[in-house]
């Protein structure tokens, strides 16, 4: 249970990661909006803007605080994210390369990690075919950390995915709180900025010195090798509708038979995301698991299964029928 907690809190974590800021969005009018399209405006508009935040994650009864500096500099992107609750830990990332400082222990772990919609970015792939799950309404505006907002909600056309509550500053456009919702609008996770503070004096280069300055800590850079689910001679029968493979990693320093077999493949609709787990049935790791098998906080969910030798685990912010039906299509090819 502790373990699979750190996973949810690990989670919740990343959702702090970027910020997307915007010139000029189209505004949305009654009707059948075309979602793909309004949603690839939001994620091209990003420009060169400075901005610092605190920013808030409420998700169940868990809450977590962070404080965010951005910073643009042509198609460069850096940032820092100084976790506010819990263990103090800082994290950098300059595109895809993310470096987490963890103070208490002296470590630094290095890695390439994609955003891949991480919130505030939306949209996780370029792909027109969201629009057939989601559609646009207008919700009127209101006033987020000091800004006058416009409200959208994204509404899913099936059961399979949560809809979305969006508010974006009427002057730039930037993302400042999002809520995931229910069938029922019931609001499973918010996450939005308390302050807010644009054009803040910041440098790209004073950012990238001190996402450098690893000297007296132990720096960790775990190596993964990007792969296929097909490659690994696994198959989804059926596909879930919508849901398609967008990255997929394999350990690529492998000290054991379990680690070599264990692999993480993500898949995407364009919004929502769920990640599989696949590694070698441990007893006397998992059976502990077993017993907690249906997890959720917020919007993130849990679940896991044992398929003959495998233990297969799902997670992502989707309804929990959504994580069964990808365990119950996974399968080994012949």
């Known amino acids: 249970m502790k373990r699979l907690a750190g996973l949810f809190l690990f989670l919740l974590t990343l959702c702090l ?30 420009r060169a803007r400075a901005y ?20 643009c500099d042509g198609t460069q992107q850096i940032e820092r994210v100084d976790a506010l609750t ?26 390439t990690r994609e955003s891949l919609g991480l919130f505030p970015h939306l949209l996780q792939r370029p792909d027109a075919a969201v629009a057939r799950f989601y559609r646009l309404q207008p919700a009127g505006h209101a006033r987020v ?32 709180k999002v809520q995931t919702l229910d069938v029922s609008n019931k609001v499973l996770e918010q996450a939005a900025f308390s302050e807010l503070q644009f054009n803040a004096p910041l440098t790209f280069d004073k950012l990238k010195v001190l996402m450098n300055s690893t000297q007296g800590y132990q720096v960790h850079s775990p190596r993964m090798r990007k792969t296929s ?10 596909p879930l509708p919508g849901f398609v493979p967008v990255r997929c990693y394999t350990p690529a320093d ?23 787990f696949i590694e070698l049935y441990d007893r006397q790791r998992h059976r502990r698991v077993a017993a907690h098998e249906s997890l959720s906080m917020g919007a993130t969910q849990l679940r896991v299964r044992q398929s003959g030798q495998w233990w297969l685990t799902a997670v992502g912010e989707v309804p929990a029928s959504t994580l069964t039906g990808f365990l119950q299509a996974l399968e080994r090819k012949k």
């Open 17 to 46: 990661s970027g910020v997307l800021h915007a010139q000029s969005l189209p505004q949305v009018s009654d009707g059948n909006m075309d979602v793909a399209r309004w949603l690839m405006r939001l994620q091209d508009s990003t």
């Open 52 to 71: 610092m935040g605190t920013f808030v994650v409420n998700a169940g009864n868990m809450m977590s605080t962070s404080r965010i500096w951005h910073v």
């Open 86 to 111: 819990g263990a103090p830990r800082s994290t950098f990332r300059h595109n895809d390369t993310v470096v987490t400082f963890l103070p208490d222990s002296r470590t630094v772990i290095q890695e």
């Open 145 to 176: 950390a000091g800004l006058q907002t416009d409200v959208v909600q994204l509404v899913p056309v099936d059961a399979m995915r949560f809809g979305y509550r969006i508010w974006t500053d009427h002057e730039t456009g930037l993302i400042v």
């Open 229 to 238: 689910i097909d490659e690994e001679g696994w198959a989804l029968n059926p």
């Open 254 to 276: 492998a000290s054991s038979v379990s680690d070599a077999k264990s692999l993480q493949c993500i898949f995407s609709d364009g919004l929502a995301s769920v990640s599989l």
